[in-house]
């Protein structure tokens, strides 16, 4: 038996009067549930919410899942660091981590063992920028494009693509919410109308609230030393970065910067309470919304859900306008793959002709047969040069992966990284032995 207007049946299957129970007409749909999917989607939100923030249209009104997410007590004061080992050749820096933008630019997942070489220079921008270049800069981001030489610093040269993923995912949102208003009045429902105003003008007020610019400081202008960079990820890979001091700190030793447009904590908890306070009642008027309008919310959250997603999902290059930075990968004889932990540590060595970033950045353990290891591999590192010649499997080719810089390295019979350390512990173990044998005769 079944009772009222609900789906609840009391019978069991193969009773006489057991049957699937189905809604009699449109009127009897309930939604009041569609309210909830105004707040489903955070980890997706999350995901670009930094990068989405550096441009205007940031300001839109526009449909925003999980808006709460971009509500929080207190903002980021930094980008998300990666973990692993920066270490510089020549000026000594270390840092436990990697930089947000340094990590878009050269962050490739690398196999176990790995090492990788690139060199990372500012491209040389003499051309005038065109009405489109100034047009996205000055609109979208509220700033003049900066050419990457010269005297004149202009703003930061790292920068949210104009016309990214994120872009065509917020003005989704600002469809979406357009077209919502103009369905709530055709059909006159005033609180799908003041559901309209209050869920996308809050996100308005999050824009505003988290609207901010990237500021990487620069070195003062001169000619710049080298300023090479090794990187030691916790799978024991390595990458090397050829670089002159102004990019190193730029991407790896000075602070990324986050520049509120809202400096002031309280005025930003203001600004979080009101937001907060629209969105409590941008669901209430919206669980009172005409039912066929709320069909119309369901699917605009779905959509801009999906939207988001996607967004999350590509690679966060996609996100970024890195133009600025010219990459092009060296490669080694051998090629970058090794099978253990000294191998790849010499080929590091060799690439580097230096063992000094090694004990500034602990990349080897601090033992005696370590150490004289560590003399032989510079000593040996030092007698090999470069040549031009084809990357082996690059994952930076630039413009021609069949002339780049190719690193010789001795042939495995001649030196052997692991053999040599072998011998060396074994000299040190014969070493210790003896040592052990004269103090128990002389006691």
């Excluded at 933008?101 to 491209?123: D, H, I, M, S, Y």
């Excluded at 904590?265 to 066929?292: D, E, H, W």
């Excluded at 133009?323 to 970058?336: A, I, K, N, T, W």
Aim: with cysteine; charged share 20%.
């Amino acid at each position: 038996m079944s009772g009222g207007n609900n789906n609840v049946t009391v019978a069991l299957p193969g009773e006489p009067n057991w049957a699937v129970w189905w809604y009699n007409g449109f009127d009897n749909f309930q939604l009041d549930i569609v309210g909830f999917l105004a707040v489903l989607g955070e980890g997706s939100v999350l995901a670009n919410a930094q990068v989405s923030a550096l441009s205007r249209l940031f300001y839109l009104p526009r449909l925003l899942p999980a808006p709460q997410a971009l509500m929080r007590p207190s903002r980021p004061t930094t980008l998300p660091p990666t973990t692993a080992k920066v270490t510089g050749i020549y000026s000594g820096n270390v840092k436990d981590h990697v930089h947000h933008v340094a990590n878009v630019l050269l962050g490739v997942p690398l196999p176990t063992f790995t090492v990788r070489c690139v060199e990372v220079k500012k491209k040389e921008q003499d051309y005038k920028p065109t009405r489109m270049d100034n047009f996205l800069d000055t609109f979208l981001r509220g700033q003049r494009r900066a050419s990457t030489g010269g005297p004149n610093v202009g703003p930061p040269l790292v920068k949210a693509k104009a016309t990214g993923p994120l872009t065509w995912v917020t003005l989704l949102g600002f469809a979406e919410a357009l077209i919502l208003m103009i369905a709530s009045i055709t059909f006159g429902d005033g609180m799908s109308i003041l559901a309209t105003i209050l869920l996308a003008g809050l996100s308005s007020i999050i824009g505003v609230s988290n609207k901010w610019t990237l500021k990487l400081p620069r070195r003062a202008q001169g000619r710049a030393p080298r300023g090479d960079v090794v990187i030691r990820y916790p799978n024991g890979s390595y990458l090397i970065v050829r670089c002159d001091e102004d990019v190193a700190r730029e991407l790896y030793f000075a602070p990324e910067e986050i520049e509120y447009e809202i400096k002031s904590p309280a005025v930003y908890r203001m600004l979080s309470l009101l937001g907060t306070l629209m969105l409590m009642l941008g669901i209430v008027a919206l669980a009172n919304a005409k039912l066929q309008l709320q069909f119309a919310w369901a699917g605009a959250f779905i959509i801009i859900n999906i939207g988001h997603w996607i967004a999350a999902a590509v690679p966060h290059r996609m996100h970024w306008d890195l133009s600025c930075y010219q990459v092009r990968e060296q490669g080694v004889v051998g090629g970058p793959t090794n099978s253990n932990f000294t191998e790849a540590l010499w080929k590091a060595i060799l690439l580097t002709k230096s063992t000094r970033w090694v004990k500034n950045g602990a990349a080897a353990p601090q033992t005696r047969v370590w150490d004289d290891w560590l003399v032989d591999a510079e000593d040996e590192a030092k007698e090999h040069k470069s040549k031009l010649g084809e990357l082996e499997d690059p994952v930076w080719p630039g413009d021609s992966p069949d002339k780049a810089t190719i690193w010789e390295a001795p042939k495995s019979e001649d030196w052997d990284p692991k053999q040599i350390w072998d011998e060396l512990n074994e000299e040190e173990k014969q070493a210790e032995s003896k040592k052990a044998i004269i103090t128990t005769q002389a006691a």
